[in-house]
């Protein structure tokens, strides 16, 4: 049996991320998670947005090689603005990291977040106590 990663995410990052989403909606929010690694832990310490990122219906493009050796990015989130919280196709041929982290309308709650590895298989996550993190504005 392969090791399961558990995804660690502050409640404070959370709520960031989510507001950012409702602030978009509908269009697709899009940002990428800076993290550690440990022990088959990942925790999620910042939010980066992305540069160039292009948001389009239904699908948002960046490029990656802006980040290549930047080792403390371990994926991306996106929203789904129809509530639907699996991976299309583009989001897994467009796997960026370790970790695809997906967040559905309304946006609140543990019920609207899914994360997943880069089959698409679903991994376990925990909401956590709220870290200091540089309190920027992302949209
Ligand atoms: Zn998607």
Redesign the pocket.
């Known amino acids: 049996m392969g090791k399961t990663t558990t995804i660690q995410i502050p409640s404070n990052i959370l709520e960031t991320i989510y507001a950012g989403a409702k602030e978009l909606y509908p269009r697709?929010s899009f940002l990428l998670l800076r993290g550690k690694k440990s022990n088959g832990i990942i925790c999620i310490t910042d939010l980066v947005l992305a540069p160039f990122a292009i948001h389009e219906e239904g699908?948002v493009h960046f490029n990656p090689y802006m980040f290549a050796g930047d080792f403390s990015l371990v994926g991306t989130v996106?929203s789904?603005p129809n509530g639907n919280i699996s991976?299309?196709h583009?989001?897994l041929n467009y796997f960026f990291g370790r970790i695809l982290v997906?967040i559905g309308y309304p946006y609140e709650g543990k019920g609207c977040l899914a994360v997943y590895d880069s089959n698409g298989d679903e991994l376990p996550f925990e909401i956590t106590q709220p870290i200091e993190c540089n309190d920027e504005e992302f949209y």
Do not use: L, R, Y
């Open positions: 697709e699908a996106h789904h991976p299309s583009v989001d997906i």
